[in-house]
C-alpha cells in the first residue's frame, strides 16, 4: 500500500512552508504526484458590493492567489507539481465544500493548521478535521507552530474501537509500516467494552503485527475524560512525530459539527495529526 496522489492545501497560514517541505518529502518517499490547491472565498460585505468594489476585490483575490502559486511552484520548482487555484469571486462554492470535493481524488491531504491571528478571513483551526469528515479523505495537519522535523518516525495512534479509528488505522498504514516505534493508545472508557475483545488493544495490535508493524499497546482503562490531550501527552511521553486518530463529526443543516475530542485535539496539537473519517 502506498500513497500515489498528495493534495496540499495552501494558504496564507504560518505552517504553509513546513506544509509544503513536508509534501515535497512525502512525494519524494511514495514518488507521488502532488497537486496544489489555493481557495480565496467570495466574502465580500454586502453594503460593499459595488462594481467598482467588486473588481477591486477581484483584483486582490487574484493577487493573493498568484502569492500562494509562487509559494508552491518555488517548493516543487523541481518536480512535477499540478497547480490548482479556485476563485470564489468567479467559480463560486464555500471553502470547505471546494477543498473537499478536490480531496475525494487524493490519497492524502496536506494542511497546515489556520492561524486565524494572521488574516481575518481565515479559516477555522479545525478546517482540515472538518476536511477529514467531510471529504472522506485522510487528512495530515501541520500545526499552526510548524513543524519542520521528520514525521512518521515515531507514531501514537488513539483506538477505541470505532469505525473512524480503524479507518484512520487503514489509511496511516504507508507511514505506520515504515515508522520505527508505534504506540497504540487504547480507550476504552469507563464500564464499557464497545468494539473491543475480551483484551483491548490486542486484536488491533494482531491486524497491525501481520502489516509488518510492531506495536506497544498502552491501554487507557480508567477512561479519559480528555482523549485529545491524552495522546499529545502520550506523543510528548514517547517522542512521538505523529498522532494518529479517527475524526469525527456530523452534517447539520449547511454546517458540519464535529465530536468533541476531534475539536479539542484541533485546539491542543503540538506536532503533525493524521485524521480520518
Do not use: C
Amino acid at each position: 500500500m502506498s500513497w500515489k496522489d498528495l493534495l496540499v492545501y495552501v494558504d496564507e497560514g504560518a505552517a504553509l512552508d513546513d506544509t509544503l517541505s513536508l509534501a515535497a518529502r512525502f512525494a519524494d518517499r511514495f514518488e507521488a504526484h502532488v497537486a496544489g490547491l489555493a481557495v480565496v472565498p467570495f466574502s465580500l460585505p454586502l453594503e460593499m458590493s459595488q462594481p467598482s468594489r467588486i473588481r477591486d476585490y477581484g483584483a486582490r483575490m487574484r493577487r493573493r492567489l498568484e502569492t500562494l502559486e509562487q509559494h508552491f511552484g518555488k517548493a516543487f520548482s523541481r518536480r512535477n507539481g499540478e497547480w490548482r487555484a479556485h476563485d470564489g469571486l468567479a467559480e463560486g462554492g464555500e471553502r470547505l465544500e471546494v477543498i473537499s470535493r478536490h480531496a475525494r481524488y487524493a490519497d492524502l491531504i496536506l494542511m497546515g493548521q489556520p492561524d486565524v491571528s494572521h488574516d481575518v478571513d481565515a479559516p477555522p483551526t479545525d478546517l482540515p478535521a472538518q476536511v477529514a469528515v467531510a471529504s472522506g479523505r485522510p487528512v495530515l495537519a501541520v500545526p499552526r507552530s510548524g513543524w519542520s522535523g521528520a514525521v512518521g518516525e515515531h507514531v501514537v495512534v488513539g483506538w477505541n474501537g470505532s469505525r473512524e479509528a480503524a479507518r484512520a488505522i487503514s489509511d496511516a498504514l504507508p507511514l505506520l509500516q515504515t515508522a520505527k516505534t508505534v504506540r497504540v493508545q487504547v480507550f476504552t472508557g469507563r464500564n464499557r467494552l464497545d468494539g473491543h475483545g475480551e483484551l483491548p488493544g490486542g486484536d488491533i495490535a494482531t491486524m497491525l503485527s501481520r502489516h509488518g508493524v510492531i506495536v506497544e499497546v498502552v491501554r487507557d482503562a480508567g477512561g479519559s475524560a480528555d482523549p485529545a490531550s491524552s495522546l499529545v501527552a502520550a506523543a510528548k511521553d514517547s517522542g512521538a512525530d505523529l498522532i494518529v486518530m479517527g475524526a469525527y463529526g456530523q452534517p447539520r443543516v449547511r454546517e458540519l459539527v464535529l465530536g468533541g475530542t476531534t475539536h479539542e485535539m484541533m485546539r491542543v496539537m503540538d506536532r503533525p495529526v493524521l485524521l480520518a473519517h
